[in-house]
């Protein structure tokens, strides 16, 4: 049976996305110490309202 043709366009891959976001991340935090990534790290953290 050849499922091939009846294969859906994703709108949304989300592998894809994480994958790019991880690439990202990467690229900005090359190089850094451990105390530069924990100061990285808390200026993009997610402010949450409580």
Do not use: Q
């Not at 592998?15 to 790019?20: C, G, L, W």
């Not at 935090?29 to 993009?44: C, D, I, P, S, V």
Request: hydrophobic share 35%; glycine share 2%; charged share 40%.
């Amino acid at each position: 049976m050849n499922n091939n043709k009846n294969k859906v366009e994703k709108e949304f891959d989300t592998v894809k996305f994480f994958r790019e976001v991880k690439e990202k991340i990467a690229l900005e935090t090359h190089g850094m110490t451990f105390a530069e990534f924990k100061e990285y790290l808390n200026r993009r953290k997610l402010k949450l309202a409580r």
